[in-house]
T-cell receptor, first 113, second 114 residues
Framework: AQTVTQSQPEMSVQEAETVTLSCTYD???????LFWYKQPPSRQMILVIR??????QNATENRFSVNFQKAAKSFSLKISDSQLGDAAMYFC??????????FGKGTSLLVTP | DADVTQTPRNRITKTGKRIMLECSQT?????MYWYRQDPGLGLRLIYY???????NKGEISDGYSVSRQAQAKFSLSLESAIPNQTALYFC?????????????FGPGTRLLVL
């Protein structure tokens, strides 16, 4: 079975600072995809960033970037220049090609002024 | 207009009642999914469908059934609702294998079973 572990139930960051959310996963597949989703209080699931396992280069989307360590099965999310609007629940997810997502339990991010 | 819609957005029902949650999409995707979210547990897969004639159980399908009426519509039914089915339910769509794998979520349905 595929499992995704987010070891930080809650994190806090000050506005304009940088924070890193951790995620590890377990898979025996060589071809898979990793995602970070954001869930604000509106409860909408919003895709933040995605990474294809076959790509060595870490994905970036504006202030969001990942540190993908394939051998260690680690996929952390770095948020730079944190903003109040970044406060949300963040979910790490994994899928092998053509299958449903496996989600971690989430990390609640608090952003303080 | 939203690409993936869910109705109703909120629902309160009583134990033993039958209830249907509906999902519609305009993205033209073949694959559709139903997930359930409980506090502290993340999202878990209930059912998924790769096309109209291909429906599969997920890890927590007991007590649920689904219907794929058309490519664009995927409904989730609770035949006899029970309180531990109180949760937030999400529908998601996906273009298919090899097409970037990203799933797009609806806004969710919050269900309370009394």
């Amino acid at each position: 079975a595929q499992t995704v572990t987010q070891s930080q139930p809650e994190m806090s960051v000050q506005e304009a600072e940088t924070v890193t959310l951790s995620c590890t996963y377990d898979t025996s597949e060589s071809d898979y995809y990793l995602f970070w989703y954001k869930q604000p209080p509106s409860r909408q699931m919003i895709l933040v960033i995605r990474q294809e396992a076959y790509k060595q280069q870490n994905a970036t989307e504006n202030r969001f970037s990942v540190n993908f360590q394939k051998a260690a099965k680690s996929f952390s999310l770095k948020i730079s220049d944190s903003q109040l609007g970044d406060a949300a629940m963040y979910f790490c997810a994994h899928t092998r090609s053509g299958y449903a997502l496996n989600f971690g339990k989430g990390t609640s991010l608090l952003v303080t002024p | 207009d939203a690409d993936v819609t869910q109705t109703p957005r909120n629902r309160i029902t009583k134990t033993g009642k039958r209830i249907m949650l509906e999902c519609s999409q305009t993205k033209g995707h073949d694959r559709m999914y139903w997930y359930r979210q409980d506090p502290g547990l993340g999202l878990r897969l209930i059912y998924y469908s790769f096309d109209v004639k291909d429906i599969n159980k997920g890890e927590i399908s007991d007590g649920y059934s689904v219907s794929r009426q058309a490519q664009a519509k995927f409904s989730l039914s609770l035949e006899s609702a029970i309180p531990n089915q109180t949760a937030l339910y999400f529908c998601a769509t996906q273009a298919g294998v090899g097409l970037r794998e990203t799933q797009y979520f609806g806004p969710g349905t919050r269900l309370l079973v009394l």
